[in-house]
């Protein structure tokens, strides 16, 4: 089967793969439900159909910032870095100013 690979996809100019988000799994406390890997739209997670486990196969497809495998989850067993270590990342890697750069490029493109 062919997966998806968006880890070559820069987020807001930083190589995807200098970010370090992505979720984790604990297994002790995963049913195997398989909501998180049928959910993902960015094709992050496997299944090991033999063990009834999600495997995060492609952690780097993984959107920055996303949470919603770990939210849907009942049994909260589906980890990310937390708040402020999301927040350290944006501020180390100046996300605002560039942000900022790209708003103001895209609102003179639309005055055109
Ligand atoms: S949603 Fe949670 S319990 Fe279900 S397979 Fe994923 S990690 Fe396991
Ligand atoms: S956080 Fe979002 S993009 Fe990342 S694995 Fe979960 S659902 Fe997929």
């Known amino acids: 089967m062919e997966h998806k690979d968006f880890s070559a996809i820069p987020w807001h100019g930083i190589p995807r793969k200098e970010i370090e988000w992505y979720p984790k799994v604990i297994e002790e406390s995963c049913i195997g439900c398989g909501l998180c890997f049928l959910t993902c739209g960015r094709d992050v997670y ?64 639309e005055r055109k």
């Open 46 to 109: 496997d299944f090991d159909f033999e063990h009834r486990k999600p495997v995060v196969a492609r952690p780097y497809n993984c959107m920055v910032g996303c949470n919603t495998c770990g939210m849907i989850c009942l049994q909260d067993a589906i980890e990310f870095p937390s708040l402020g270590a999301l927040r350290k990342i944006i501020k180390k890697h100046k996300v605002i100013a560039r942000s900022k750069k790209k708003l103001k490029e895209k609102e003179a493109k």
